[in-house]
């Protein structure tokens, strides 16, 4: 018996074992953010930068998109999940996995500080760095213990010639 229960605490789960939802965390922090900036408004730029900052921040916020659907076909085309709570079933290491081992969180982040941006707002921008720690500590690392776990040596030269974020 305790033999029994000393092994189902040694058991590893088959996921990262994350506990906060990536994307809820982008979103309540841009809805955050934008609450404030209604309560406290402050502009990035005057009237004669706004356009400026409208068009730069689209472009993000595009990029954003397309960097998140990129990683999304490259997990399905691999036959894995993009849920951490779930078991990764295969690596994917082309698409935008080539160039960054986050390509769906860091575009969330192009996203959220496109709109940012576009709607000409501070306080979604000053809330990001808060986000960027939360993923980092919170779901990254998780991550990056669970795939090394579970794929070893390739994922640990995967780690060693692909950036984190960029």
Known sequence: MLAERAQRRVHLPDHADVRVVPPLVYAAAL?????LQWARPIP??????????RTVGIGLALLGGWLVAEALRGMRARGTSPIPVRPTTALVLDGAY???RNPMYL????VCAGLALAANALWPLVLLPFVVSIINRHVIVREEKYLSRKFGGEYEVYKRRTRRWI
């Open 31 to 35: 809805a955050a953010g934008f609450l």
């Open 98 to 100: 080539r160039y960054t």
């Open 107 to 110: 575009g969330m982040l192009l």
């Open 44 to 53: 990035l730029a005057r009237e004669t930068g706004v356009v400026a900052f």
